[in-house]
């Protein structure tokens, strides 16, 4: 398989989505997006961090900020540059679309780094199958170029980038824990991704140990601030104070994969084929990846807002793609090894449910 070629292919595709969609609307700005665009559009052009103003122009009314501010962080510096060039009111389109535009760019070179990642464990026809799987048949597509304002697209690269420091012979506890934190940076649930890291604490010395929590906490820290600043206290995170809670005897665990609405394995159903995948994977770590799956569904599962307000597919398992595509790349190493041929997989499996993806994404798109 000629790699670059698909990743053309797929970059073309997310570029051509985001740009066509944005043109339509005529901005990228909408819904949890408004509260993220607000931290960058309010510390670069007011100097603050008071967002009354925002949220006047954008229609909505809340208290304070409770979006995370690790994507905001991430276009911060494009934003910057956009105003120094623009030098307008900061809320045009001319400065959403670069803002987007990043996240577009970091969910591809989020999939690059997955199949470098994959590579060390499967075959390269297997890993870019899955690859190709999680561009195109997961929710991953329309979090990158579609709804790209939001966290979603930049906690699908955190999580690539994470795996990759961990899994890596040549980076430092430190720099992996500063991976790790800014997971949490971006999706605070996502700290849950520490799980994997287990089985290497309990081998590396005590020092490297409290290397890798320093990185965490260097790279948490600027969310500890935010939270002070805002609330006056940084330990106590506002989607607990604002009326939103967690209730674990009573979890919504099956109705978080198979809801109507958005159920993960029922809106995207490759997922599905990456859970079972797993059964073909002969590694120690096989138990460590669906243990994690199943904490964060878990998690979701007994959220007081479990459906995910206006979520395509489950959006807050996005950061888990990266971790099912090793599912994914198993059962195509496995099939392959059958005398499958990728590109039957390609046409009989990954082909067909892009095509439901995408026919899927355009009703979501409609019904909005």
Same mark, same amino acid.
């Given at each position: ?25 005529? %901005?990228?700005? =909408? /819904? ?7 931290? *960058?559009?309010?510390? #670069? ?20 900020? %409770? ?8 276009? !911060?510096?494009? =934003? ?31 999939? #690059?780094?997955?199949?470098?990642? !994959? %590579? ?16 195109? $048949? ?15 697209? #930049?906690?699908?690269?955190? $999580? ?31 700290? *849950? !991704? /520490?799980?994997?890291? *287990? ?6 010395? $005590? %020092?490297? /140990? ?32 604002? /009326? ?19 159920g993960l394995f029922l809106w995207t159903p490759i997922t599905i084929l990456a859970t079972l995948g797993f059964l073909f994977w002969k590694d120690a770590r096989r138990s460590w990846f669906l243990a994690l799956f199943a904490v964060e569904v878990a998690i979701v599962g007994s959220w007081s807002i479990w459906w995910q307000g206006a979520s395509y597919s489950g959006r807050m398992l996005v950061s888990t793609l990266p971790v099912l595509a090793f599912g994914l790349s198993a059962l195509y190493g496995k099939l392959i090894s059958l005398g499958l041929r990728w590109k039957s997989i390609l046409l009989a499996i990954i082909g067909p449910l892009t095509i ?8 979501? !798109?409609?019904?909005?």
């Amino acid at each position: 398989m000629k790699q670059a070629k698909w990743f053309l292919i797929i970059a073309a595709i997310y570029l051509l989505g985001y740009l066509a969609h944005a043109f339509i609307l005529q %901005k990228t700005v =909408y /819904g949890d997006g408004i509260y993220y665009f607000s931290w *960058i559009r309010s510390a #670069i052009v007011d100097h603050d961090i008071n967002f009354t103003n925002e949220y006047a122009h954008f229609g909505v009314s809340a208290r304070g900020n %409770k979006h995370p501010i690790g994507a905001p962080l991430f276009w !911060l510096p494009w =934003y910057a540059q956009a105003h120094a060039i623009i030098g307008k009111s900061g809320y045009e389109l001319s400065y959403q679309l670069p803002v987007g535009l990043i996240s577009v760019l970091a969910a591809i070179s989020g999939l #690059i780094l997955l199949f470098r990642l !994959l %590579k060390f464990h499967f075959s390269s026809s297997a890993s870019m199958l899955a690859v190709l799987s999680i561009a195109g $048949a997961t929710n991953l597509l329309f979090y990158s170029s579609i709804d790209t304002v939001n966290s979603h697209a #930049i906690s699908f690269f955190a $999580a690539t980038v994470f795996l990759s420091f961990l899994y890596s012979k040549n980076v430092s506890p430190f720099l992996t824990g500063c991976a790790l934190g800014f997971c949490a940076l971006v999706r605070p649930q996502d700290a *849950i !991704l /520490g799980i994997l890291a *287990i089985p290497r604490l309990f081998v590396i010395p $005590a %020092k490297a /140990g409290i290397q890798f929590f320093l990185g965490i906490l260097l790279a948490f820290f600027p969310q500890l601030l935010a939270w002070y600043a805002l609330y006056g206290t940084p330990w106590t995170s506002p989607y607990l104070t604002g /009326g939103e809670s967690f209730t674990w005897w009573s979890p919504h665990f099956l109705n978080v994969l198979f809801s109507p609405t958005n159920g993960l394995f029922l809106w995207t159903p490759i997922t599905i084929l990456a859970t079972l995948g797993f059964l073909f994977w002969k590694d120690a770590r096989r138990s460590w990846f669906l243990a994690l799956f199943a904490v964060e569904v878990a998690i979701v599962g007994s959220w007081s807002i479990w459906w995910q307000g206006a979520s395509y597919s489950g959006r807050m398992l996005v950061s888990t793609l990266p971790v099912l595509a090793f599912g994914l790349s198993a059962l195509y190493g496995k099939l392959i090894s059958l005398g499958l041929r990728w590109k039957s997989i390609l046409l009989a499996i990954i082909g067909p449910l892009t095509i439901i993806n995408i026919l899927l994404i355009i009703r979501f !798109l409609l019904e909005a």
